[in-house]
């Protein structure tokens, strides 16, 4: 059987290599009969024209850099061939009703959906009753796990099926930090607090540190009483004991929580991606985007986040930006991460990673093309700062970098309930919600699947998995555990850009 080859846009000048291709293959494209001057490992990318030093190579139907030797058809094109073309920060020019219809724009085909979460008293909603011990600062960290791990054996009676789990979430920060930094901190673990995830909350502090309970206070704001407790080390003989009794009391008050139905209106979705491949954008992605696009409809709520991942396919964001205001919001939010990579004398385009090259991921630009299409074809109706949390409908850009596990947990602050998280290479990482990996392709599905929750490799067949993974992504709203979940990995971090004292 010949190998499957994939073009993804008509206007493209190469094709995907869905399996690998020997030299001297026969290839059929549009444009006649091409013969593989190389081995082609899959994921892989394939001319079908010819291209001059300086030419723009074209994937999804966008320049994904630019040829930097002469390139015939049939000729491998990756990293030996193609340069870059990102440079700092550009001027964008506001283009309303540039971008293709929306979904979103008509009125939605589905019957209204629902799912089985917990409702708060303040209206918000949650799809896990977790307790949440959440450090003020790290050198409570391991008190505090030895808090969690004694609360599971001590309460495990109380425990299900109203709770779903005991945890807690460690971290470094909270002391020795200056301006942006240490208030980024607050925030974040702010926002944990208020999620509505966590039924219950012990802030756990030193008693020293600069963001001691009174300070975090002033951050954190208004709460509900019965639902988070504080307790400071330093001002008890054993705090462990002295937690475990605020944990007690905590479960006995989440312990009258009951799921019950839900429109699926209320459901946030963080959209992420990480160890991507060369099938990242052709399978996995654009199923997240599809979802979205879904969920939108039903008037849910997406996030999108890893800002240096839109470098190369920011103009395809802001052509679905809903008004000039929020186009402006996304010109700053692009320009201003390429102002700090230049703050630091970094390129704005060192990426993508070698496991992603390995993948047949060559360039930035071809990265962030497939990296996009995780925000389907919706509009644009907000843009997040790093820490603030969601207050609009619709699909919203949230400011954070690529790293997997500051992103997740920036998704997570922002009020995501779950983060759907694509791969091509495979990870076991999971946030503090529940953390949906998707794999691109089967054979990585095969192989860790105690990491992988949802194959979309099917797609690379041409199977369509769209409502399939929509009543998958439903369950897991509705408690159906994932596999970061049933293994126990669950981590945050936050992001620093300044001095530790």
Not at 144 to 165: F, H, T, V, W, Y
Not at 395 to 411: F, K, Q, Y
């Amino acid at each position: 059987m010949a190998p499957r080859i994939r073009r993804i846009h008509p206007g493209d000048t190469v094709v995907v290599a869905v399996d690998p291709v020997p030299r001297g293959t026969v290839i059929e494209v549009p444009e006649g009969s091409i013969e593989a001057g190389a081995d082609i490992p899959q994921g892989h990318k394939i001319a079908i024209r010819a291209m001059a030093p300086g030419d723009p190579v074209v994937k999804y139907g966008f320049p994904m850099g630019r040829a930097s030797t002469a390139i015939s058809p049939g000729d491998h094109v990756h990293t030996h061939n193609v340069k870059t073309g990102l440079e700092g920060t550009l001027e964008y020019r506001y283009r309303p009703g540039a971008a293709d219809p929306a979904p979103g724009s008509t009125p939605a085909p589905h019957t209204q959906r629902s799912f089985q979460g917990y409702v708060r008293e303040d209206g918000s909603v949650g799809i896990r009753n977790e307790i949440w011990i959440i450090p003020t600062v790290g050198c409570v960290n391991r008190p505090a796990e030895l808090m969690a791990q004694r609360a599971i054996r001590a309460l495990g009676s109380k425990i299900g099926p109203n709770i779903d789990a005991i945890v807690t979430h460690p971290h470094p920060y909270g002391c020795s930090q200056l301006g942006d930094d240490h208030l980024m901190t607050q925030k974040i673990l702010a926002d944990l607090v208020h999620h509505p995830n966590a039924g219950g909350v012990l802030v756990f502090g030193l008693g020293c540190e600069n963001n001691y309970i009174e300070e975090f206070k002033k951050v954190l704001g208004p709460h509900n009483e019965k639902r988070v407790k504080f307790l400071s080390a330093q001002d008890t003989s054993d705090e462990i004991d002295a937690g475990m009794q605020l944990l007690e009391e905590l479960v006995d008050q989440a312990n009258q929580d009951v799921r019950q139905s839900v429109p699926l209106e209320k459901l946030i979705v963080g959209l992420k991606c990480g160890g991507s491949d060369g099938f990242s954008g052709l399978s996995a992605n654009p199923l997240l985007g599809q979802l979205s696009d879904a969920l939108i409809d039903q008037g849910g709520t997406t996030i999108l986040t890893e800002v240096p991942e839109m470098f190369g396919a920011e103009t395809i964001l802001m052509d679905r930006a809903e008004s000039r205001e929020v186009f402006e919001d996304v010109v700053g939010l692009i320009n201003g991460f390429k102002e700090y990579y230049l703050r630091y004398n970094q390129v704005v385009y060192e990426n993508p990673s070698p496991g992603n090259k390995e993948g047949g991921i060559t360039t930035l630009e071809e990265k962030s093309l497939g990296c996009v299409q995780k925000g389907g074809r919706s509009p644009v109706r907000g843009v997040l700062k790093y820490g603030q949390r969601i207050t609009t409908h619709g699909l919203n850009l949230l400011e954070g970098p690529g790293n997997d596990i500051v992103s997740v947990t920036a998704l997570a602050a922002a009020g995501a309930h779950l983060v759907l998280f694509t791969t091509g290479r495979g990870t076991p990482l999971g946030g503090p919600v529940p953390t949906v990996k998707v794999s691109s392709n089967t054979a990585l599905a095969e192989k860790k699947p105690g990491w992988i929750d949802f194959n979309a490799g099917p797609i690379l067949d041409g199977r369509e998995l769209t409502e399939e993974f929509l009543d998958f992504v439903v369950d897991i709203a509705s408690g159906t555990q994932t596999r970061n979940e049933l293994n126990g990995y669950r981590e945050i971090a936050i992001f620093k850009d300044g001095v530790t004292l």
